[in-house]
T-cell receptor, first 113, second 111 residues
Framework: GAGVSQSPSNKVTEKGKDVELRCDPISGHTALYWYRQSLGQGLEFLIYFQGNSAPDKSGLPSDRFSAERTGGSVSTLTIQRTQQEDSAVYLC???????????FGPGTRLTVL | QKEVEQNSGPLSVPEGAIASLNCTYSDRGSQSFFWYRQYSGKSPELIMFIYSNGDKEDGRFTAQLNKASQYVSLLIRDSQPSDSATYLCAVMIQGAQKLVFGQGTRLTINP
């Protein structure tokens, strides 16, 4: 079956521009997560959506970062006024309501010049 | 103290031997523990999960959990060159639906 999909796979942008990253979770998965993986920093949690509940935004590093999930499925992570330190791989994961197990998408590599 | 700690390696193991990867965590209330494998340039791939104390086996992989010692490990038997990757230990923190990851251990299997 189809796994988690993310687009674009690569994004190069100029400092100060806004970017949108998209995640399409596994069909039927109610939970969706965004993580960021920077060189030498490991994987860090950004935000978590579960069904219609208010998202857990505790990992967002600044107010330039926001995310939404429409219709309980596709999610978009938006980074406004990008900075060079935002360069990283942004990973999306999803899980079903019956398990904690998270499955990752292929990621979006963001490069801010 | 980091919430999840792993030896960054690199860990080098001869082909056919047992590779042992270790992880400690600080939150005593954690209930769910995961091992992910990550090849260079790829996203993490789930290898094992374990919830209860003791051993859990799946093919060549065995996860071991000791909640009293706050320790989780992954054993890979009959190591193959294709097992060469970074192995990430992840812990679900009590009361929060998020994974906290260790820095990962880079494993190299030498033919």
């Amino acid at each position: 079956g189809a796994g988690v999909s993310q687009s674009p796979s690569n994004k190069v942008t100029e400092k100060g521009k806004d970017v949108e990253l998209r995640c399409d979770p596994i069909s039927g998965h109610t939970a969706l997560y965004w993580y960021r993986q920077s060189l030498g920093q490991g994987l860090e949690f950004l935000i978590y959506f579960q069904g219609n509940s208010a998202p857990d935004k505790s990992g967002l590093p600044s107010d330039r970062f926001s995310a939404e999930r429409t219709g309980g499925s596709v999610s978009t992570l938006t980074i406004q006024r990008t900075q060079q330190e935002d360069s990283a791989v942004y990973l999306c994961a999803s899980s079903s309501s019956y398990t904690d197990t998270q499955y990752f998408g292929p990621g979006t590599r963001l490069t801010v010049l | 103290q980091k919430e999840v700690e792993q030896n960054s390696g690199p860990l080098s193991v001869p082909e056919g031997a047992i590779a042992s990867l270790n992880c400690t965590y600080s939150d005593r209330g954690s209930q769910s523990f995961f091992w992910y494998r990550q090849y260079s340039g790829k996203s993490p791939e789930l290898i094992m999960f374990i919830y209860s104390n003791g051993d859990k086996e799946d093919g060549r992989f065995t996860a071991q959990l000791n909640k009293a010692s706050q320790y989780v490990s992954l054993l890979i038997r009959d190591s193959q060159p294709s097992d060469s990757a970074t192995y990430l230990c992840a812990v679900m923190i009590q009361g929060a639906q998020k994974l906290v990851f260790g820095q990962g251990t880079r494993l190299t299997i030498n033919p």
